[in-house]
C-alpha cells in the first residue's frame, strides 16, 4: 500500500513500510542531510565569496546553491552531498525515477520560499500523510530511502 494514490505513471508511489529502499525518508534524516549540505555549501561559499560586497555575495551564494540542487538532484543518483551521507534520494513522483531539471528549478524556489516563511514549508511534512513538504507537492517529488549498494 502506498501513501498516496498511484500518479499518471507506473510507479504506485513510496511504500509505507517493509523494504527501506523506496520508503519516506523521515524529517530527522531529511533534517541531517540539509544541515550537511548547508555547511559544505557555506565552507566553500566561504572560500569563494571572500572579498565579494554584501549584495554580490548573496547573488553569488544563490546562484551557487541553485547550481548544486540543479546540477546534483537531476543527477540519476537523486542525491547532494548531504543525502548520500545519510542514505536518502530524491525521486519522481510518477515513476520513483529520476526528476527533471525543471521539477527540481521548481522545488528549489518553493523551498527559497518556505525559507523565507520560517521553515513553515518543511515543517509540513510531519503533518503531511504522504510525508511530502511544499516544495516536494509542488515538483511532484519524494525523498526516500536509498537501496543500500
Known amino acids: ?25 523521515s524529517f ?7 544541515l ?20 554580490a555575495g548573496l547573488a553569488l551564494a544563490f546562484a551557487m546553491e541553485l547550481g548544486y540542487s540543479l ?12 543525502m548520500r ?10 515513476t520513483g525515477g529520476r526528476v527533471e531539471v ?3 528549478l521548481m522545488r528549489f524556489l ?3 520560499a518556505s525559507r523565507l516563511l520560517c521553515l513553515l514549508g518543511y515543517l509540513a511534512m ?3 500523510p504522504a510525508g511530502q513538504t511544499w516544495h516536494d507537492r509542488v515538483a511532484a517529488t519524494y525523498v526516500v530511502r536509498a537501496r543500500r549498494r
Do not use: E
Open 110 to 112: 518553493v523551498a527559497i
Open 71 to 82: 546540477v546534483l538532484l537531476s543527477s540519476p543518483a537523486g542525491q547532494t552531498v548531504g
Open 1 to 25: 500500500m502506498s501513501r498516496m494514490p498511484p500518479g499518471p505513471g507506473s510507479w504506485p508511489g513510496p511504500p509505507l513500510g517493509g523494504d527501506p529502499s523506496g520508503t519516506v525518508a
Open 36 to 55: 550537511i549540505d548547508l555547511a559544505l555549501l557555506n565552507v566553500v561559499g566561504y572560500f569563494l565569496l571572500a572579498g565579494t560586497g554584501p549584495d
Open 28 to 34: 530527522g534524516l531529511r533534517a541531517g542531510a540539509f
Open 126 to 128: 510531519l503533518w503531511s
Open 85 to 94: 551521507l545519510v542514505g536518502i534520494r530524491l525521486v519522481d513522483a510518477h
Open 102 to 104: 525543471t521539477h527540481v
